[in-house]
């Protein structure tokens, strides 16, 4: 019987320590030089995007493409827990804990860099949870069509891929 145990703990022991991890984002987030390089009134949007990439979403402040606008970028680390390996148990106690970081790029009327906004958090996501929440992000705002439009004003390339890495699958 103790045998049995032992055998157990070292089955848990292994399950816990095994870890998956997902980035999904750019890392040019994280760059501080990036941020630095930036001058008020004078950068474009063509180079926020050259530093930055592809924004994971375009608004707008009023009337396309003659008012403010704030392009949106998000970098995620996703780590599943342990719990989620173990059999029977992963279904109910499974989940992944997530590292953010979201900035916020404002432009004005005229398409020129005039603020940027970081902000970091970590959050815990139970499986169910996460399903649940991210079928109804995918299904209430789809915010590819106002990437690739904005892409095409300013003459940059829109990837498709990177669009449905942030929940877009239907778009593609």
């Known amino acids: 019987m103790p045998q049995k145990l032992v055998?157990?703990?070292v089955i848990l022991a292994a399950t816990f320590s095994l870890s998956q991890c997902a980035t999904v984002g750019?890392?040019?987030?994280?760059?501080f030089g990036n941020?630095?390089?930036?001058?008020?009134?004078?950068?474009?949007?063509?180079?926020?995007?050259?530093r930055f990439g592809q924004p994971v979403d375009v608004t707008y402040q009023g009337v396309v493409p003659s008012s403010?606008?704030?392009w949106t970028y998000v970098k995620a680390d996703m780590h599943v827990n342990?719990?989620?390996?173990?059999?029977?148990?992963?279904?109910?106690a499974g989940g992944a804990s997530e590292e953010?970081?979201?900035?916020?790029?404002s432009f004005d009327a005229k398409g020129k860099?005039?603020?940027v906004k970081t902000v970091k958090d970590t959050s815990y996501t139970n499986h169910w949870v996460g399903l649940t929440r991210d079928v109804y992000r995918r299904s209430k705002d789809?915010?590819?069509?106002?990437?690739?439009?904005?892409?095409?004003?300013?003459?940059?390339?829109?990837?498709?891929k990177y669009a449905k890495n942030f929940g877009e699958r239907r778009f593609e």
């Open 7 to 9: 055998r157990l703990l």
């Open 26 to 31: 750019d890392k040019s987030l994280e760059d």
């Open 35 to 50: 941020y630095v390089s930036l001058k008020e009134g004078q950068t474009t949007k063509g180079e926020v995007y050259e």
């Open 68 to 70: 403010p606008s704030t």
């Open 82 to 92: 342990g719990w989620s390996y173990v059999p029977y148990v992963g279904v109910l």
């Open 100 to 105: 953010n970081m979201t900035a916020w790029f």
């Open 113 to 115: 860099y005039a603020a």
């Open 142 to 160: 789809p915010k590819a069509p106002r990437v690739q439009a904005e892409m095409e004003r300013i003459g940059k390339p829109f990837n498709k």
